[in-house]
């Protein structure tokens, strides 16, 4: 069971911003040009990246220009999860943001 500790001061924000979203993207076989792809287009639909990582703690080395390497290695994982700033975002069930096969939900939101 877990305890409040008397140190803890709970606010309205959770320190990541006013709101955060947490996205799983989901792909078969998905590849460092189809995560740009996406997260280019979540950042022309109007929202901050926080971050990107994966379920197991593997860090994405992205810059903050948020590219990465345009080449065919494929990631191996096939759910990248996504912090989403200045929300709400909409799942995509198909062909997530143009591409074929990516689909996206919203696992979280905290603010």
């Not at 309205?12 to 995560?35: C, F, M, S, W």
Request: aromatic share 6%; no cysteine.
């Amino acid at each position: 069971m877990a305890y409040v500790q008397t140190n803890t001061l709970a606010r309205d924000y959770n320190g990541l911003g006013a709101r955060t979203e947490i996205v799983n993207l989901a792909k078969t076989a998905l590849t460092p040009a189809e995560l740009h792809t996406i997260l280019n287009d979540m950042q022309l639909n109007g929202f901050t990246i926080a971050a990107v990582g994966t379920a197991d703690g593997t860090p994405m080395d992205l810059t903050d220009e948020v590219t990465v390497p345009a080449t065919d290695t494929i990631f191996s994982t096939n759910a990248i999860l996504i912090a989403l700033q200045s929300g709400p975002y909409t799942a995509e069930g198909t062909n997530a943001h143009g591409v074929t096969g990516a689909v996206t939900t919203v696992i979280a939101v905290f603010g």
